[in-house]
């Protein structure tokens, strides 16, 4: 796996490695703001973190541009901070004010910004899986040359959508690209406790789909992956199933205590880190300085700051609004 | 005024569609090269090629939900099911996306989704193909839902729903695709919205939709004979509900029959039965009547299928129950 040949420009080599350091810090500041906001009970209902997954959602969504769709999980801050959605409009949707992504309808499972083409977390797992295969299926109607990433766990495996959607997609040669987040757990149930087939980039062969898999802690694998899979699907040929094995450190939801897998199991695990994996990376590589280090965390510390701030002093959509977004009246 | 078959109509208003309308694409089981489970896109396909007039594979949840990603790309997606039984496999699409998303995403998502379903009993195919359960699809808030009992609605209401911006259901009958009517093939815009009066009269209001209306029609005949006038409704559209004609027949006639070919409990008839009550209670005579299924899943054998469904007969006589006899 080739990844970008940009040992001649050392200048740019490090400003995107610290670009994606920082885009990996603000999602795990992000989340452990929202962990500690949930225990102050200023945000409600369930909240599942995405820390440990920081290298996938990153990684992954380098290979894609403005113009591609992206579909999401329940788990989706990740994604949606990487995308470029501001913390401030995630914190105050999870705090249900007007001035959060969905006006407070959503919470925590379901971001949505039409104008990043970030068509939403889906808390039905593989519930949006189809609807993917349905934004690919329009750009290709209308000849736009997007794609749509399509990200989900693990646990979606399972479900007949994945099936269902992998063969429609092939079948008409649609340009997607399946980004399966696997962090060996479908909630509780582990990975070889639900599937007969554990290796998941296989069974896009039973589609006739290309795929591969790519260790999911390694930020500029997941990258250099993600290109190369994005590559294939713009050529037209069809779609793409790629695997990020990953694992999430923290537990399924908050109300989850965490009783099916072992202390020593999470302890390896977080030995490989992705953000202490890629910051010594760096560092060996003389490209990151700990000032550097100070100074991300500095300005991710303000970005969520302001978020929090934002969210508590945004105002709640007036209980008069509740029908507006039901539905709308007819067009013409 | 064009003479034609319901499944002709619904085909003219696609074929109409499909040309106005570079958006506009149908999806479904067997729509393209077999023509359509009950023929109704025969032809489209060589007309329109197999980019527009797709045939997808056994997969209801992955084709709804591509019909709801491809509307959410710009895209008019027409999407058929082959019966309503089988869209009970699309259900997480329906309900949790294509009803959801707007209100989900805080008013940013719309989807302008057409669905296609047939339904009912009345064929002989038993207990997976033959059910009414548009009174399900009628409980979600987030979608309309269309029940075209004639031929010109049959036309009508397809061209209707493709200018929505939200998901509409239009659940067609399954014994009604060979009625003939008239179609105004000429008209620019078509009301969905308000239930018809059918047929007048002063003493029973007959309260109705999609597959029974013409069992009504007869019911409301043999009435007539017997010196009983009944206002016959349909309903046309279950979600949005015109409550306000219903309502208006009530208060003259002071009685109503509400005919449901789904099962009783639970029903769209329930419903009907509801707003009455909440909307009209002291312009009752009677206690609300309903002919509904029987409450059996459905039988193949040709007298016990004819058994569990609403008949004329159990209308007129619901109908005589209420009515007090003259002289």
């Not at chain 1, 970005?303 to 009246?329: C, G, M, T």
């Not at chain 2, 815009?189 to 013409?214: E, K, N, P, Q």
């Not at chain 2, 509900?241 to 409990?265: F, G, P, Y």
């Amino acid at each position: 796996m080739a990844t970008p040949d940009i040992s001649e420009r050392p200048v740019a080599q490090r400003e995107h490695s610290l670009f994606l350091l920082r885009e990996m810090l603000r999602i795990r500041r992000f989340e452990e703001k929202a962990a500690e906001m949930y225990s102050l009970q200023k945000i409600h209902g369930f909240l599942h973190l995405y820390i440990g997954e920081e290298a996938t959602g990153v990684g992954a969504m380098q290979a894609f541009t403005p113009e591609d769709s992206i579909v999401a999980t329940y788990r989706e801050h990740g994604h949606a901070l990487a995308r470029g959605m501001p913390a401030r409009v995630l914190m105050a949707e999870m705090y249900g004010k007007a001035t959060g992504c969905s006006h407070g309808h959503g919470g925590s499972m379901h971001f949505f910004d039409v104008s990043r083409r970030f068509y939403g977390g889906y808390a039905i797992v593989g519930g949006g899986m189809p609807v993917a295969v349905g934004l690919a299926l329009a750009d290709k109607m209308q000849n736009r040359r997007a794609i749509t990433g399509c990200y989900f766990g693990d646990g979606a495996v399972a479900e007949g959508e994945f099936h269902e959607s992998l063969n429609l997609a092939a079948l008409w040669k649609l340009p997607v690209l399946f980004l399966c987040e696997n962090n060996l757990y479908a909630m509780g149930t582990a990975l070889e406790r639900h599937e007969a087939q554990t290796d998941i980039s296989r069974k896009a062969g039973a589609y006739g789909m290309p795929s591969s898999a790519v260790d999911g802690m390694d930020v500029l694998a997941v990258e250099a992956a993600t290109q190369e899979a994005a590559n294939f699907v713009r050529k037209g040929d069809g779609p793409y199933l790629l695997e990020l094995r990953t694992y999430r450190f923290r537990a399924h939801s908050m109300s989850d205590p965490d009783l099916y897998r072992t202390k020593e199991e999470i302890e390896s695990w977080k030995k490989r880190d992705p953000i202490p994996l890629f910051e010594n990376k760096l560092k060996e590589q003389g490209l990151l300085s700990d000032s550097d280090i100070a100074g991300i965390e500095s300005e991710v510390g303000l970005e969520i700051e302001d978020a929090v701030r934002f969210a508590e002093a945004s105002p709640r959509e007036p209980v008069e609004d509740l029908l507006k977004d039901v539905e709308r009246r007819t067009e013409k | 005024m064009t003479k034609m078959t319901y499944r002709e109509a619904l085909r003219a208003a696609m074929r109409k569609a499909l040309k106005d309308d570079p958006r506009v694409f149908l999806m479904g089981e067997d729509v393209g090269r077999y023509g359509g489970a009950f023929a109704v896109s025969h032809g489209l396909l060589a007309e329109f090629g197999p980019e527009r007039v797709r045939d997808a594979p056994l997969s209801e949840s992955a084709f709804v939900g591509a019909g709801i990603g491809a509307a959410l790309g710009g895209m008019r997606p027409i999407v058929e099911i082959m019966t309503i039984n089988f869209s009970m496999l699309a259900m997480d699409q329906i309900l949790n996306n294509a009803a959801t998303l707007r209100h989900m995403s805080g008013g940013q998502l719309s989807v302008p989704l057409v669905c296609r379903v047939a339904t009912g009993g009345g064929r002989q195919m038993a207990a997976q193909h033959s059910h009414s359960l548009e009174g399900w699809y009628a409980h979600i808030p987030g979608i309309k839902v269309l029940t075209p009992a004639t031929v010109a609605d049959a036309y009508g209401m397809v061209l209707a729903a493709l200018r929505e911006a939200d998901p509409v259901f239009i659940f067609e009958h399954a014994t009604l695709y060979p009625l003939e009517g008239d179609v105004d093939d000429a008209a620019q815009s078509f009301d969905v919205t308000h239930a018809a009066m059918v047929r007048t009269g002063s003493d029973v209001s007959l309260i109705t939709y999609g597959g029974t209306l013409g069992k009504t029609m007869q019911a409301a005949a043999r009435l007539a004979d017997e010196g009983v006038q009944a206002d016959v409704i349909d309903l046309r559209c279950l979600r949005p509900l015109d409550i306000h004609t219903v309502v208006n027949s009530v208060a003259k006639t002071h009685r109503a029959v509400v005919i449901d070919e789904a099962w009783r409990t639970g029903s769209f008839s329930a419903e009907i039965s509801a707003q009455i009550m909440e909307n009209a209670f002291d312009e009752l005579d009677a206690p609300i009547a309903r002919v509904c299924s029987a409450e059996v899943p459905m039988p193949y054998a040709k007298h016990l299928e004819e058994a569990t469904l609403p008949q004329a007969d159990q209308i007129v006589a619901a109908a005589q129950e209420l009515v007090p006899r003259h002289g």
